[in-house]
């Protein structure tokens, strides 16, 4: 059965021709089911809680990077498949995977092509794409087996399972971790230089001599250091597109 949960600002009466546009499609291809529409008054983790036991086994989240975010560290624990209905422009997740913005992503939907992807951990917190660290005197301890020592407030730190960074793009079922390191160096009378150092590790311990903010990508979400990151291999089933990045 296929399980639809919205985001709560798709109540406001502006989005209601593509609302309409997505459901008479779903409809057309035969995988309508439940909707469940989010508000402030809602919990999204109980709502999937109780849905998942009552036998939900694929849940399509129509919103954008936050709401898929939220979804994906709620249910990354739980035996079911994730799809994606993407509206808006904030849908870099979506692109990645391969998928199109609104009725068009249905045909994905019915089309099924599902991967086991990996997930990233921070702490107790699943993520699906990446890190962003800046600062100074940042300490990385990667895989237990070297540090990596960033003194200068000049640096710029991603942490990758999923994403297209410098035209790499990350493979998120290889169970491990891109670490890409951008360092700025000021001239004075030329043009800034930088330069781009590339880790691949599975563990990554975080620390620095003040509390250092870590801006995770999916969700805009702000975690401080310390910090633990690691990869969490074949982790989740989500339905991607042809067009996907890996």
Do not use: H, W
Not at 119 to 126: A, D
Not at 164 to 169: C, D, L, P
Not at 212 to 238: H, Y
């Amino acid at each position: 059965m296929y399980y639809y949960l919205y985001d709560s600002k798709f109540n406001d009466k502006k989005y209601n021709n593509i609302i309409a546009r997505i459901e008479t499609r779903l409809t057309d291809l035969g995988i309508n089911g439940k909707i469940n529409r989010l508000s402030f008054l809602k919990n999204i983790n109980q709502v999937l809680t109780e849905e998942i036991k009552r036998g939900v086994k694929t849940i399509i989240v129509v919103g954008d990077d936050k709401t898929i975010g939220q979804v994906i560290n709620l249910i990354a624990e739980f035996n079911v498949i994730i799809g994606i209905i993407p509206i808006g422009p904030n849908n870099n997740i979506a692109k990645l995977l391969g998928i199109p913005l609104e009725d068009a992503a249905c045909d994905i939907i019915s089309s099924r092509i599902i991967k086991k992807l990996d997930l990233g951990k921070i702490n107790n917190y699943y993520f699906l794409t990446s890190l962003e660290i800046g600062g100074k005197n940042i300490t990385l301890e990667c895989d237990k087996n070297y540090f990596i020592n960033l003194q200068e407030n000049n640096n710029i730190i991603y942490i990758s399972n999923l994403n297209n960074y410098y035209n790499i793009a990350s493979d998120p079922s290889d169970g491990k971790l891109e670490i890409f390191i951008e360092s700025i160096q000021k001239k004075i009378f030329r043009k800034n230089q930088a330069t781009m150092s590339f880790f691949r590790n599975k563990n990554i311990r975080i620390t620095g001599d003040k509390t250092i903010p870590i801006f995770l990508s999916d969700e805009k979400k702000i975690i401080k250091t310390p910090a633990d990151v690691s990869v969490e291999p074949k982790k989740i089933k989500i339905i991607v597109g042809k067009k996907r990045y890996f």
